[in-house]
């Protein structure tokens, strides 16, 4: 079993930067591909950014170039630093966590999921 903890979300101006942490506690943590998802209202939660165990990224279209997701080198730590921030990036993030391989921006397939921590994007 894994357990998430998100911290780092906030209200920033728009084209600021910010960067969201969740740490990771379980058996074999470092063993799980961990993502970033987000909700906005109104809208179905989307893909964001995912990193495999073997440290593989992959990233939604919408965020290319942007965003970068990261690991600690103990696997027990996931970041996303979020730069040129836009008023469309304002949602609340999740992180999750997910055994096997594949599948990586698909949110039914993971297995555990943060509370989640608002961004919040002024113009």
């Known amino acids: 079993q894994v357990q998430l903890v998100e911290s780092g979300g906030g209200l920033v101006q728009a084209g600021g930067s910010l960067r969201v942490s969740c740490a990771a506690s379980g058996r074999t943590v470092s063993s799980y591909s961990m993502g970033w998802f987000r909700q906005a209202p109104g809208k179905e939660r989307e893909f964001v950014a995912a990193i495999a165990w073997s440290g593989s990224t992959y990233y939604a279209d919408s965020v290319k170039g942007r965003f970068t997701i990261s690991r600690n080198s103990a696997g027990n730590t996931v970041y996303l630093q979020m730069n040129s921030l836009k008023p469309e990036d304002t949602a609340v993030y999740y992180c999750?966590?997910?055994?096997?391989?594949?599948?990586?921006?698909?949110?039914?397939?993971?297995?555990?999921w943060g509370q989640g921590t608002q961004v919040t994007v002024s113009s």
């Open positions: 999750a966590a997910k055994g096997g391989s594949g599948w990586y921006r698909t949110s039914a397939k993971y297995d555990y």
